[in-house]
């Protein structure tokens, strides 16, 4: 493991072409093609040219220079997460029975005491996570920066194991002093903050088609931050094409009670007070938003990153994705932190989404089709992009397929697309991941990197990490707010 910190080198675009053949269930995504039986994939480089049914493949698509056979498998286009806090995989488990709140308190004292190279190896092992469920495209928010902590550090990690990024460059300024919830110790100055986002931008950021790597601002969260600094990071943002911004927002009620007692508002007056009002927005979480503000969102373009598990993990709530849907908000998935979800599975994430919608006797409360355009299509919208989200021609070359003869699908294979998500977990890791056009996952085994080795590193940063930790550590602090 490169303890360096730089942020290595982009993955060279695959040379040559491959065929995906024979596949037993390709469910595309795309209204026309649909769902194909026996289908096939012609791939040049990253790029998708040719999606249909294997017998129909045209001369010109008939051989490659690899050439894959997928029968006995479900090929969906690769899911996108819009809400994660990868360095947060290194301390799960932790005030297992806390609100949001008492949760962060309890964790601020580890996370003072993170590394670059604690954040490179959290960063790596969230996005091996996150692509055996199923996911090639995803962002993550990292908002605390001590000791020698950069976003290179996970920009190294993103290129080394071959995921599709949207890093989001965050910061916390708004310390305890200043009547905010972290220890000021965690915090930052504002000029420095925006001055590191700036840099960020001009060295990564890539807003051209296929881009591996688009860049974000996200100051941490309304009871983290100066609205100083909302309104400079909004004000950055808008002078680069394609960069976007991003926060928590109305999580829980906590969330809306600090937002009334600090700025006198809810949370929709709050977002435009800060000129956040707009479509290059997409917030985490939004499970207390009233109906004034959800059709604020629809009529301002800006999306919404669900986060099922970790809000029922945290008793924050179920945000109200059904009405989110009917009022045409943009709703995309998020598996947010580590420590508040406790995990990294994007499939399973979809699931939930898709059941929780039906608590309310409304067996439609959230369709399979629904929960699959949630999870791929409006994780797309949500970060800005049109060149994926679907299996068709012109597309990036992003899937993942499932074995569909193992124990998981027995018995559901009537209908192998919707068995991925009414089946759920037990439907297992991704035979295959194609992410640009490389097979960053086949035969069920990472080609990128070594997941032994660096199952062992993660646990001993953890085990550092986590020794920092009070001794309440288990039941959760007090929030000092």
């Known amino acids: 493991m490169d303890p360096s910190g730089s942020s290595g080198k982009p993955r060279p675009v695959p040379a040559g072409s491959t065929l995906y053949k024979n596949i037993g269930t390709l469910h595309t995504l795309n209204s026309t093609l649909s769902e194909i039986k026996d289908g096939a994939i012609f791939v040049k480089g990253n790029v998708i040219q040719w999606v249909g049914k294997t017998k ?20 969906i286009p690769g899911m996108v997460n819009t809400h994660h806090h990868m360095v947060q995989s290194l301390t799960r488990c932790v005030a297992q029975d806390s609100k949001l709140f008492g949760w962060l308190t309890s964790l601020y004292p580890a996370w003072g005491n993170l590394s670059g190279y604690d954040v490179y190896i959290a960063t790596k092992l969230a996005m091996a996570e996150l692509i055996l469920t199923g996911c090639t495209t995803t962002s993550d928010h990292l908002y605390i920066y001590p000791n020698d902590v950069k976003l290179e550090d996970c920009i190294k990690a993103s290129r080394e194991i071959g995921m599709r990024f949207h890093p989001t460059r965050g910061a916390m300024t708004l310390g305890q002093s200043k009547g905010g919830l972290p220890p000021d110790n965690v915090c930052e100055e504002e000029d420095a903050a925006l001055a590191t986002m700036k840099q960020l931008i001009e060295d990564f950021h890539d807003n051209s088609k296929y881009s591996m790597l688009r860049m974000g601002l ?26 976007r911004l991003h926060t928590h927002l109305a999580e829980n009620q906590e969330d809306i009670d600090f937002s009334i007692k600090t700025y006198g508002c809810r949370p929709g007056k709050y977002i ?43 008793a924050s709530g179920i945000a109200p994705v059904r009405t989110l849907l009917d009022t045409g908000v943009n709703v995309g998935l998020g598996v947010d932190g580590s420590a508040s979800n406790d995990c990294g599975h994007l499939l399973a994430e979809a699931r939930l989404a898709m059941l929780l919608q039906r608590h309310t006797g409304n067996a439609q409360g959230m369709t399979i089709a629904e929960a699959f355009d949630v999870a791929v299509k409006g994780g797309a919208r949500n970060l800005g992009r049109d060149d994926i989200g679907e299996i068709a021609s012109g597309y990036a070359a992003d899937f993942v397929a499932w074995r569909t003869d193992t124990i998981g699908f027995s018995g559901g294979r009537i209908d192998e697309a919707a068995a991925l998500l009414l089946c759920g977990p037990s439907v297992g890791f991704v035979d295959l991941s194609v992410i640009n056009g490389e097979a960053v996952v086949k035969d069920g085994k990472f080609t990128t990197i070594d997941l032994t080795e660096l199952v062992k590193a993660h646990n001993a940063c953890s085990a550092r990490i986590c020794s920092f930790l009070g001794p309440n550590w288990k039941t959760g602090s007090e929030p000092a707010v």
């Open 56 to 75: 129909d493949l045209p001369a010109e698509f008939s051989t490659a220079d690899d050439v894959i056979r997928l029968e006995n498998r479900v090929v």
């Open 218 to 243: 996200a100051p941490c969260s309304p009871f983290t931050v100066d609205n100083s600094l909302m309104i400079a990071a909004a004000k950055l943002a808008r002078q680069y094409e394609g960069v």
């Open 272 to 314: 435009t007070d800060v000129g956040w009002d707009a479509s290059d927005v997409w917030f985490a979480h939004c499970c207390m938003l009233d109906d004034a503000e959800m059709k604020q969102f629809h009529d301002n373009g800006i999306g919404i990153a669900h986060c099922p598990s970790s809000n029922l993990r945290l």
